[in-house]
């Protein structure tokens, strides 16, 4: 391997690192504040892609200024899907395990919903938009301009969750719900206020990342499951709650996969992040967050 | 004895349904083999999920593991098909043994587990889509079921033991283990109950039923592809029916696969495009009204009905 074909894959590893990075940002945020690992996180990617292609499509937006239009919209049907599903459902469930489980169970229907909605509305046809895509040189090394953008306003996206996680009021008792939902009730904090401002940020960051992909991978109706996969294994190896560990555990990953699809073949680079999460709870179990409760 | 009557009624039933090829039409007996599949499939996903109160959300990837450890035994090492079933037990049961050791014995929490199965089954689909020698994404045609009705005795045969199955578990002392389990793990650790090996015990099982399931499937569609073997709706249909029916019960998940199978028939033929989004509502609407299912339901009605009895008598 030449040093310049070293450097590129680190680069398209570190591009796409960013964005998973984004991803399980907002899958954590909404693990934290509501206790629901929500398995269709990928499929409110899927539908900011969908809009970001199509906004460009028809009207040539630029997928730039259609990313917050994607934020706006999943957050709003985040919010939807917290006031129709989950607040009912918190309400009967007796037993965390319970509402965890439930939770598990509606979050599977409503992936199925939304990836066969899609699939009828667009149908299975692969979607691909060319924006930016003229390379950038620098020296021997050539990259297309939107994966450039990509890494950058993932990276500013990122800091900015981890400012207004780390430095703001708002953050502070996201974190304390995060950490003790009835300690953090008893200081003051509104548990619910909090757990539906995290679901419709967390949402909104899942649009945000879809109209992002949107630059750089084909659009499918089935493509979200694959991304919540992946951003589920950065949330664990990362540390639940630790916004630096999946930063650096979402760049590891999308080196890693780099690496790998040059290595071993493309078509097993989604397999290594698996790999690496199942070596993982091999190595932590017991001590890790993981498993902290057993049921 | 209180139970003896739905037994009896069942092993007629199965008595019953196994001179049906001699009375049906080919079209019953072919919708009566989805039936069984169905009844398999969800009475295995209860065995484990339903008895431990461990979601899988990803319990296909043994259908699909099954599917294809039958038709690459007979269409690329050219075996016979019956060793082709043999090995269609035999992988999935193996690899769940494996996925169990790591998972259940590193006590990993109830949510965890159920995403870690569904990416397992999400990554062997890519994986199994991309590697020719096992035909990549086209897929694989294994030799197809040499006599008529051979596909549908098996289902049958499977459908009935995994039951049969699930009644000896539930009545036996291992299956006091599983409820006292399912009620509170750590207080059953704490009064000797081995909680791993209980656990461990079911997933093997669900799978080896499942994986018959998946190769006998394949013997009798004489074809498997990566997208068909390891379908999300697989996963997700086998939920779908244990809890339409009621989890962990054993009559549950054979209710609801034989009311749901016949519902997914009716809608395949008029809207084939709905009938995952019908069932994904479905699923809603029911845990948050009738998590029990069917079960549920009907015991429910019967406390409503005692009450009005007994204010009559008065």
């Not at chain 1, 667009?122 to 953008?149: C, H, K, M, Q």
């Not at chain 2, 650790?189 to 093997?204: D, N, S």
Request: net charge positive.
């Amino acid at each position: 391997m030449s040093a310049t074909t070293f450097v590129q894959l680190l680069l398209f590893g570190v591009v796409w690192g960013g964005l998973y990075a984004l991803i399980a940002l907002g899958l954590n945020l909404i693990f934290g504040v509501m206790r629901i690992l929500n398995i269709a996180h990928g499929e409110l990617l899927m539908l900011g892609a969908y809009l970001a292609f199509w906004l460009f499509t028809l009207w040539k937006v630029s997928p730039l200024l259609s990313m917050p239009v994607a934020a706006v919209a999943m957050c709003v049907l985040g919010l939807i899907i917290q006031k129709l599903l989950i607040d009912p459902l918190a309400a009967r469930s007796r037993t965390p395990a319970g509402f965890e489980n439930a939770t598990l169970i509606v979050f599977f229907g409503v992936l199925l919903i939304l990836q066969n909605v899609a699939l009828l509305l667009w149908t299975a046809d692969y979607r691909s938009l060319s924006y930016l895509s003229e390379p950038v040189r620098f020296g021997d090394i050539s990259v297309a301009a939107n994966r450039l953008v990509v890494l950058s306003v993932a990276v500013v996206l990122s800091a900015l969750m981890f400012v207004l996680m780390q430095r703001t009021m708002l953050g502070k008792a996201i974190r304390a719900v995060s950490q003790d939902r009835d300690t953090a009730k008893l200081m003051g904090i509104d548990v619910k206020r909090i757990g539906m401002i995290g679901f419709g940020l967390g949402s909104a960051i899942a649009g945000a990342a879809g109209a992002l992909a949107s630059t750089i991978y084909v659009i499918t109706p089935t493509v979200g499951l694959l991304f919540t996969i992946k951003a589920f294994t950065i949330m664990v190896v990362g540390g639940l709650g630790n916004q630096f560990g999946i930063f650096i555990a979402g760049l590891a990953l999308g080196i890693m996969e780099s690496f790998a699809s040059f290595v071993i073949g493309a078509e097993f680079k989604d397999a290594t992040g698996y790999v690496l999460l199942i070596g993982f709870i091999l190595w932590r179990a017991r001590s890790s967050q993981a498993f902290a409760e057993v049921k | 004895m209180k139970s003896g009557l739905p037994v009896v009624v069942s092993l007629l039933l199965v008595a019953l349904l196994a001179t049906g090829p001699r009375w049906l039409s080919p079209y019953h007996v072919s919708l009566l083999m989805t039936v069984f599949m169905y009844v398999a499939l969800a009475g295995s996903w209860n065995l484990f999920s339903g008895m431990t109160g461990y979601v899988s959300l990803g319990h296909g990837l043994f259908f699909g593991l099954g599917a294809y450890s039958f038709a690459v035994a007979t269409s690329i090492l050219k075996l016979p098909p019956v060793l082709g079933l043999a090995l269609g037990v035999m992988v999935p049961g193996l690899i769940a043994a494996l996925i169990g050791l790591v998972l259940i014995n590193a006590r990993i929490r109830v949510a965890y587990f159920a995403v870690v199965m569904l990416g397992l089954n999400e990554i062997t689909k890519t994986i199994v889509a991309n590697v020719k020698a096992i035909g990549s994404s086209y897929g694989l045609t294994p030799p197809g079921v040499s006599s008529k009705y051979l596909g549908y005795y098996v289902l049958l045969g499977i459908a009935a033991a995994v039951t049969a199955f699930a009644y000896g578990v539930q009545h036996s002392r291992f299956g006091f283990g599983l409820r006292a389990i399912l009620a509170d793990e750590v207080a059953a650790e704490t009064i000797g109950i081995h909680t791993v090996g209980h656990k461990l015990a079911m997933f093997v099982a669900s799978a080896v039923f499942i994986g018959m399931t998946g190769a006998m499937v394949s013997w009798n569609w004489s074809y498997v592809d990566p997208y068909m073997a390891f379908d999300l709706t697989v996963s997700f249909d086998m939920l779908v029916m244990a809890m339409f029916g009621g989890f962990g019960t054993v009559a549950g998940p054979v209710l609801g696969a034989v009311v749901m199978s016949l519902v997914k028939e009716a809608l395949s033929s008029s809207w084939p495009q709905f009938q995952p989004i019908i069932f994904g509502v479905m699923v809603i609407v029911l845990i948050l009204w009738c998590p029990g299912g069917i079960i549920q339901a009907f015991e429910m009605m019967r406390g409503w009905l005692r009450p009005r009895a007994r204010g009559a008598a008065a």
